[in-house]
């Protein structure tokens, strides 16, 4: 089956310095992915869709600013958390699949610890 | 604004046992329901993916269902094992390509030996 590798797996950051998770389709290509986030007993939350080769598009009451997200090439999609607090400590998943109506593949996840 | 229930929020077997998992979404109009497994610190695993214009699907000793009518699906585990222990997901998607997934909160799963 498709393989998404999500690094890293886990990472403690300072407050207010920028951490960047990274996102890859190691046997398809994927043109669009998609990113989760999920607080400890609670849902994954759809954060945004991203696209290949365009901007990516965020869910209501997402910071697009906070939470860059470049999809550079077909097989990568980085999340960037941006002057990172407290309030950000999650675990962010990504999730691919090859083509619509497909079933999507997930990464890993990362566990986001920010001090 | 489509919201997904899971209930029960953890649920607790012996070995040996079957057990049900129960998923509830507020609107029908959905293209697919999935069910997924998550282990602690993790990532998803699908296990079952079952179509809107679909009664069921199964997989070894799983057996989804879903009624879209009433917006609720049920995942069956038969002769449960130590290895099931884990957090179940239902997923449910509304947009044309499938793609984006509305979740619910998850049942915490523990089968004890």
């Known amino acids: 089956g498709a393989v998404v590798s999500q690094h890293p797996s886990w990472v403690i950051c300072k407050s207010g310095t920028s951490v960047k998770i990274e996102c890859r389709s190691l046997?398809?290509?994927?043109?669009?992915m998609f990113w989760y986030r999920q607080f400890p007993k609670q849902s994954l939350m759809l954060m945004a869709t991203s696209n290949e080769g365009s901007k990516a598009t965020y869910e209501q009451g997402v910071e697009k600013d906070k939470f860059l997200i470049n999809h550079a090439s077909l097989t990568l999609s980085t999340l960037t958390v941006t002057s990172a607090h407290p309030e950000d400590s999650s675990f962010y998943i990504c999730?691919?699949?090859?083509?619509?109506?497909?079933?999507?593949?997930f990464g890993s996840g990362t566990q986001l610890s920010v001090l | 604004k489509q919201e997904v229930t899971q209930i029960p929020a953890a649920l607790s077997v012996p070995e040996g046992e079957n057990l049900v998992l129960n998923c509830s979404f507020t609107?029908?109009?959905?293209?697919?329901l999935q069910w997924f497994r998550q282990d602690p610190g993790k990532g998803l695993t699908s296990l079952l993916l079952?179509?809107?214009?679909?009664r069921e699907q199964t997989s070894g000793r799983l057996n989804a269902s879903l009624d879209k009518s009433s917006g609720r699906s049920t995942l069956y585990i038969a002769a449960s094992q130590p290895g099931d222990s884990a957090t179940y997901l239902c997923?449910?998607?509304?947009?044309?390509?499938?793609?984006?997934?509305?979740f619910g909160q998850g049942t915490r799963l523990t089968i004890n030996p």
């Open positions: 999730s691919a699949s090859r083509r619509e109506n497909e079933k999507l593949f």
């Open positions: 079952i179509q809107s214009s679909q």
């Open positions: 609107d029908s109009a959905i293209y697919n």
């Open positions: 997923a449910v998607t509304d947009d044309q390509g499938a793609q984006k997934l509305v």
């Open positions: 046997d398809f290509q994927a043109t669009t």
